[in-house]
């Protein structure tokens, strides 16, 4: 391991470059992670099984897991730490927390960046094309019913709408 | 400082209704409103840190070499080439660490690393730290393991029959890890009386808490020679004594654990693991920290999930369907280990009192120790089984007496304010409630039993099933005379309030239940509060986030020091303002006069002006239950401040072709006392008809046992996320929640558990759908796809257990511990008991 | 965390260089489009090439062309989310475009291409698991051991053919392109596998499978249609694959099944195909011709799901799938 040869290389990250030395094996999720300390992506395969480490390259949202660093210098990365802008949370995160869309939190960032994915290119996705888009993101707290009702709701907002969530949603029937 | 000071306790805490469960809604200006979590913009900002995202320089990195045998002794350990290669710091192996733990003190089996034998494949035998985790990986492949191979015991039948090779030596005999064996009235007088009796056997197979997060820790032991263990457990008080004991002479107060984040817990993370004390005891050989993040292979050999269990029930009722007489049998695979197991024996018979009215009720329990991952509690720890063979069995027996599998319940429900054959107490009962609204809104009377047909071909079918959980159980896990919960609170000049407790969030919003409870109290905004918790250093003993427990036990500890506070605030502010100390009200940021609003002044202002008088403001509550009515040996178990109850209608859409199904719509109605947060009550509700559906139709832990040349391989089939199934967003179904509140007297605001109960009327709706749509009976869980199809096919139109297709084990429990019942004047005690030792004081 | 072993990574600029470097090194090489399947299989240590060489910069492959007979050429690295929603192929190919979308999940998807899915490596519940699984059952022989744990009597391997797209390309008698040190060939798709869980693709392992050619959308209607357990993520336990072509009168002159999930490679259901020749597709010819699918499925414990219930649910599902030819 020691004696591998690391690569020098500037990554865009939230826009912003980021010079690192790493080894020409690592998978874009462990440079992240591990080099420039964005710890925001989790893992919980590495194998492509659950979702946890979606990031977006050049605005598709991808499994960092399976992606190799080297393969996205010169590319657009953002991760969940790039998507509030300054202190101002987006519409969509302000919707994951204020419905509970996180409990642990931990399937959460790369929920959010498949779901930022989705309202860029669709400003108003039914209810299955939500579930669609977020069908390789696994989720064992939520029921994923919270999630679907903020990406609603984000989507509302972010079309001008002054959206509430409904009663039933959040006080039940 | 000012710590509880007695005469100033407030009026309310002094009457019958302490935890002001009789608190109107309108009144209330925090609890019940869908306030965001503490923590959530951290969360959704990716600024949460979980275990493995922290890393401190000269960190090591720690890989454990497991058992590739199922059962085996260590015939010898070669770690010579291992400790040789490049970036390699440290090695252990179980010499290094011979004092054994347990999470229970009557199962301490368990080491950091295996002693002289291995007893599942993925038990742990040497720790390796090294300065990069690919170099602790390779050097475990360098670590030469001799075993000698010892019979393999696969199930419960198979401990049952080989009493020999034991994988311990303790418990009962041979593999029988406990039994249990308890006879609640008169069984026989009870089946005289029935009309009807039925007996079925069930099976429901073994699953897993499966969370998002692998386990992590990071430990340092720096050069003052004190402990630091960062870790993803839900108990961290339980590891810090775990640690004590292994890490001995380490002093305990030399420890600090720190319980981060968890991604997700279940109660998978909930026993103290061997790499959490492994990466401990590595720390302090190298003097560098040391951190372990399992792969999600090991984290299903960490387990202590759902344990496979085969049921036989027999129960008598009259014509109308009133329960006379439960004979109910469990036998448990344990795994190789105790783990929380014993519990776990004594919950599969606990609760189905408290749903229904059991007039006699016989319970039988058997744990057996086998070699596979040890199971332990999960959502529901123990209950669930049992309540699926009870649901569904109630709704056979309606069946057979052509009664409406709602009204069959209705007649048979706990009344509220009683004691069960069982002498557990129950305070309120909302479950008529809960299955009146289920019923309603599903439109069980009119659309069960239509058979109707989707446009795909699919019939369709409505099932019905209740439950009953504990809010937190009623003794802690080690016999003590201590609080179960302790919360501080420090009020700032500033006007900061910080309450410190060592409850941990796992995601189910504890930290903000403390919040809430003490804004509520002292009329400041909750999201103003600074919480500090699970933290062995900085905040008092909780015993963890297992059991359903916190809500109510945090949450009244919460509420006792805020209502201290509110009264030494309060005596501040009267003298100042020249008002008597109970006629102040403390809202909206401010401490005013009721008489005169004009009068007051800001909290903070409230607070310079008491500490000005008394000095450092600081108060502490705590919280014990109250003492249980059971007093037989086992009646430990089950006892509870409070249930809540749940009740669900499934509706299923069955392929008569294939016996392919899906679920696409669950009325689920929880009866929670009250909700503390409208919203995060949802999101528990919603998480719970989740799990319970993947367990219903899909998950499992499911074993590979194959023999070659002499050679019997016996490992997990599927330990990934891809070939371990759980629903993902295509398969949640839409849901009609009701929150159903019925206040407790026992919990803060008459809250009571919310997130563990509706899990367990999940799995017997399913059963009881695909009844009500194909006709066909699975007796079996996972009730997944095969079976339906096997049942279809198969004469009697039933999928019998596969397990108990032979019978149960042939056990010998012994003579039942007899208890009259309160009904025959029993007083709790069992009246064939031995006299026991007076063990208590140790 | 589960990493990758060192290797050496090569991004040729032709497809003459990336055949170069793969045949220099021999069985030490592979190729890599997506990597959804091979850095999966490296983690885990059941494929370990010490040189990966990625088609990335190979032009010529990333492109959808209709050819002017009608034809249509993918490239391999054209990415499956691309072919899921392509217009052209949504409108005249939608059984291949709904075998694609019927693949993985939409992130996998985003980095997958149809040359790595058609070239997916055969799966098995006692191959696709880490070393430390493997070392506990002392190794398959598709991983360096000496037993097929699915059927330890057999001296063959039984890995499972589990892509979506090989049943239905196999079965519309779609062509492929393969470049290789002498030159570029293109043959059958069907001819491009063969009944082995181990050698389960008869191309040399140097040669570079550089497009997919579909067959021009005229006189033949298709389907395919999946069993698995959950509506994503999982792999096909079953995956039917249909092609029917008619006369002017609706008379069948040639049906191609192929099941997918249910052996090493895309199993023809020839009994059932020989039922359908010369007849309407009539609802009782349908149930005919599912009902002789019963002996084409070879399903064994090596995938999710019950392997009897796999085998008796086929006939069902290839009559489901011939309906929709309809």
């Not at chain 2, 401990?159 to 005999?173: K, N, T």
């Not at chain 2, 109308?320 to 190789?336: K, N, P, Q």
């Not at chain 2, 069960?448 to 802690?476: N, Q, V």
């Not at chain 3, 050619?213 to 395919?224: C, D, E, M, N, V």
């Amino acid at each position: 391991m020691t004696d591998v040869k690391k690569v020098l290389a500037t990554f865009l990250v939230n826009g912003e470059p980021h010079e690192v030395a790493f080894a020409p094996h690592k998978t874009l999720l462990e440079v992240l992670r591990e080099e420039m300390n964005l710890t925001g992506t989790k893992h919980g395969c590495e194998l492509g099984e659950c979702g946890a480490c979606t990031v977006q390259v050049d605005g598709t949202p991808i499994l960092s897991c399976l992606s190799l660093a080297v393969d996205a210098v010169g590319k657009d990365v953002r991760t969940v730490e790039g998507l509030a802008k300054g202190s101002e949370l987006t519409p969509l995160q302000h919707c994951f927390a204020d419905l509970g869309a996180a409990q642990c939190g931990y399937c959460t960032p790369g929920v959010l960046m498949a779901a930022d994915a989705l309202l860029s290119c669709n400003k108003s996705p039914t209810r299955d094309e939500i579930k669609q888009a977020l069908a390789g993101n696994l989720c064992r707290c939520t029921g994923y019913l919270k999630i679907f009702e903020a990406v609603e709701l984000a989507a509302a907002r972010m079309r001008g709408e002054k959206a509430q969530p409904s009663k039933e949603s959040i006080h039940g029937s | 400082m000012v710590l509880d000071d007695p005469s100033a306790r407030s009026p309310q805490a002094k009457s019958d209704a302490p935890w002001h469960h009789d608190a109107k809604k309108e009144d209330l200006k925090h609890i019940g409103k869908p306030i965001r979590k503490v923590d959530a913009r951290s969360k959704v900002s990716g600024l949460t840190k979980f275990a493995d995202d922290l890393s401190m320089p000269r960190m090591l990195h720690m890989k454990l070499l497991r058992s590739t045998r199922a059962h085996a002794e260590i015939v010898s350990i070669d770690t010579a080439k291992a400790a040789a290669l490049p970036g390699v710091k440290g090695v252990l192996t179980g010499k290094d660490m011979p004092i054994p733990f347990g999470i229970l003190p009557v199962s301490q089996d368990e080491h950091a690393l295996c002693q002289d034998l291995v007893r599942f494949v993925g038990d742990p035998v040497v720790a390796i730290a090294a300065t990069e985790e690919e170099a602790a990986w390779d050097a475990c492949r360098l670590v030469d393991v001799q075993y000698r191979e010892r019979r393999t015991i696969g199930g419960v039948h198979e401990a049952a029959d080989h009493p020999e090779p034991r994988l311990h030596d303790y418990g009962v005999r041979g593999n029988i890890h406990r039994l249990e064996n308890l006879e609640f009235g008169d069984l026989a007088a009870g089946f005289q009386k029935a009309e009807h009796v039925r007996e079925d056997t069930f099976f429901f197979e073994g699953n897993t808490h499966l969370p998002m997060e692998q386990h992590a820790t990071l430990a340092h032991f720096d050069k003052d020679g004190k402990l630091t263990v960062w870790s993803s457990t839900q108990t961290p008080h339980y590891l810090h004594r775990a640690l004590a004991r292994v890490l001995a002479p380490l002093p305990a107060h030399h420890i600090r654990v720190v319980a981060i984040q968890n991604g997700g817990g279940f109660g998978g993370k909930s026993d103290p693991f061997n790499h959490e004390i492994c990466a401990a005891k590595m720390s302090m050989l190298t003097g560098r920290p040391v951190k372990i993040a399992l792969t999600r292979e090991e984290v299903f050999w960490c387990h202590r999930g759902r344990h496979p269990v085969l049921m036989r029930s027999k129960v008598g009722v009259t014509k109308t369907g009133r329960i006379t007489a439960l004979d109910f049998h469990s036998y448990l695979d344990g795994g190789a280990y105790g783990s929380y197991g014993t519990a776990s024996t004594f919950y599969t018979g606990a609760l189905q009192t408290v749903t229904y009215a059991v007039e006699n009720y016989h319970f039988r329990g058997a744990r057996f120790f086998t070699n596979k991952a040890p199971c332990g509690p999960k959502r529901g720890h123990g209950t669930p089984q049992p309540r699926f063979a009870l649901e569904v069995q109630l709704d056979k027996i309606a069946c057979d007496l052509g009664l409406d599998p709602a009204r069959i319940r209705l007649d048979n429900l706990a009344p509220r304010d009683s004691l069960t054959a069982n002498f557990l107490r129950i305070g309120s009962m909302g479950l008529g409630t809960c299955i009146e609204k289920v019923v309603a809104g599903s439109r069980w009377k009119e659309r069960r039993g239509k058979k109707e047909r989707t446009a795909d071909g699919r019939i369709r079918g409505l099932g019905l099933a209740c439950s009953s959980y504990l809010s937190g159980a009623g003794l802690p896990i080690y016999w003590n005379g201590l609080p179960h919960s302790g919360v501080q609170l420090k009020l700032d000049r500033s006007g900061l309030v910080t309450a410190f407790c060592g409850s941990t969030d796992i995601g189910q919003g504890s930290d903000s239940v403390l919040g809430w409870i003490i804004g509520e109290v002292l009329g400041i905004d909750p999201l103003g509060i600074k919480v500090v918790t699970s933290d062995t250093d900085l905040t008092p003993v909780d015993l963890g986030s297992y059991s359903s427990r916190v809500t109510v036990m945090t949450g009244n500890a919460a509420m006792q020091a805020a209502e201290r506070a509110r009264d030494i605030l309060a005596k501040g502010v009267a003298e100042k303002l020249g008002v008597p100390a109970n006629r102040l009200v403390f809202a909206d940021e401010k401490v005013f006069d009721a008489e005169d609003p004009k009068k007051g002044m800001t909290f903070q202002e409230a607070v310079v002006c008491t500490e000005a008088k008394f000095g450092t403001i600081g108060t502490v509550g705590s919280y014990t239950p109250p003492a249980t009515a059971a007093k037989f040996r086992g009646g430990g178990v089950g006892p509870s401040p409070s249930y809540s109850y749940s009740a669900a209608v499934v509706e299923v859409e069955v392929d008569p072709e294939t016996g392919v199904y899906r679920v696409p719509h669950v009325w689920m109605a929880h009866d929670i006392g009250r909700a503390l947060n409208a919203a995060v009550a949802m999101g528990q509700i919603e998480g719970s008809v989740y799990m319970g559906l993947g367990e219903a139709m899909m998950e499992e832990m499911a074993y590979r046992d194959r023999s070659h040349k002499g050679h019997r391989v016996f490992v997990h089939k599927i330990p990934s996320l891809l070939e371990y199934k759980s629903p993902s967003a295509l398969e949640m179904p839409t849901v009609t929640t009701y929150v159903v509140e019925d206040p407790d007297k026992n919990g803060p605001f008459g809250a009571k558990e919310v997130g563990q109960g509706p899990l367990l009327p999940m799995m017997p709706a399913v059963a009881n759908a695909i009844f009500d749509a194909v006709g066909v009976r699975v007796d079996e869980i996972p009730c997944s796809f095969e079976k339906v199809f096997a049942a279809l096919q198969a004469k009697d139109k039933r999928y019998g257990p596969s397990l108990g297709a032979d019978g149960v084990p042939t056990v010998d429990f012994g003579d039942s511990l007899k208890i009259k019942t309160p009904w025959q004047g029993g007083d709790g005690t069992a009246w064939n008991e031995p006299k026991r030792e007076k063990k208590a004081a140790k | 965390m589960l990493r990758l072993p060192t290797f050496t990574y090569h991004r040729p600029k032709t497809a003459a260089e990336a055949v170069a470097i793969c045949k220099a090194h021999g069985k030490e090489a592979m190729y890599v489009a997506g990597g959804t399947d091979l850095y999966p299989n490296m983690k885990r240590r059941h494929q370990t090439p010490t040189q990966v060489i990625s088609l990335q910069d190979v032009p010529g492959l990333h492109s959808v062309d209709v050819l002017p007979d009608g034809r249509v050429a993918i490239g391999a690295m054209v990415k499956l989310s691309l072919l899921e929603h392509h217009p052209t192929l949504k409108q005249h190919y939608p059984a291949f475009a709904h075998a694609v979308r019927e693949i993985s999940t939409p992130l996998l998807r985003n980095m997958g291409t149809i040359g790595g899915n058609l070239l997916l490596d055969t799966r098995c519940t006692y191959y696709d698991q880490t070393h430390e699984w493997r070392e506990s059952i002392d190794f398959c022989m598709k991983t360096g051991g000496d037993i097929c744990w699915v059927a330890p009597g057999s001296p063959r391997c039984w890995a499972v053919q589990s892509s979506d797209s090989v049943p239905i390309v196999c079965a519309m008698e779609a062509e492929i392109e393969l470049v290789g040190s002498g030159g570029t060939r293109t043959i059958k798709a069907g001819d491009l596998y063969r009944d082995d869980g181990m050698q389960y693709v008869t191309k040399q392992p140097e040669e570079l499978l550089t497009k997919l050619i579909l067959p021009a959308p005229r006189g033949w209607k298709a389907s395919y249609l999946k069993l698995r357990r959950r509506d994503t993520f999982d792999f096909p336990v079953l995956g039917v694959g249909c092609c029917v072509w008619t006369d002017a009168g609706g008379v069948v002159t040639k049906a191609n099944i192929r099941l997918g999930g249910a052996g090493s490679f895309a199993i023809p259901a020839i009994e059932s195909e020989k039922l359908l020749v010369g007849k309407p597709l009539t609802d009782e010819g349908i149930a005919a011709a599912g009902t002789a699918a019963l002996k084409s499925a070879r399903t064994m414990d090596n995938t999710d799901l019950d392997v009897y219930w796999r085998k008796k649910v086929a006939p069902v599902y290839v009559a489901r799938a011939l309906a929709a030819c309809r």
